[in-house]
């Protein structure tokens, strides 16, 4: 089943979502999805609705944060485990931050990565 239009809806009413479903209910490929859109992917939704829309498709950065793995036995840990996650994801889009705090990471992260890519950051 077609659910592009309400990925359209989703960017072009943006506010701020909160995902809560159980296990197995497809936020992770929702989530896929709209990074797909985001990357400027337009072909990979050929014959689905949202191709035909008036959404052009421009790139926007991604931020991936896949906590899975975080310990949160302590609240140390957890932000050490969200240092970690937030550092790779630096890493990965070729910035070398340093700082340690994780706001401090997380702001300078999303200004550098408005930065390089003049679309600014869908959030």
Known sequence: ????RYIYDLINEASYYFLSRPRRFGKSLLLDTIAEAFYGNKELFKGLW???SD???????????DMGKASSDTPERLEES???VLSRQSKEEGFDL???????????????LNKN????LWC
């Open 55 to 65: 959404y052009a498709f421009p790139t926007h950065p991604v931020i991936r944060l």
């Open 117 to 120: 890519t003049g679309n600014g």
């Open 1 to 4: 089943m077609d659910k592009t």
């Open 98 to 112: 340093d700082d340690r705090i994780p706001s401090v990471f997380w702001g300078n992260l999303v200004e550098e």
């Open 82 to 84: 969200l240092m970690s």
């Open 50 to 52: 949202i191709y035909g």
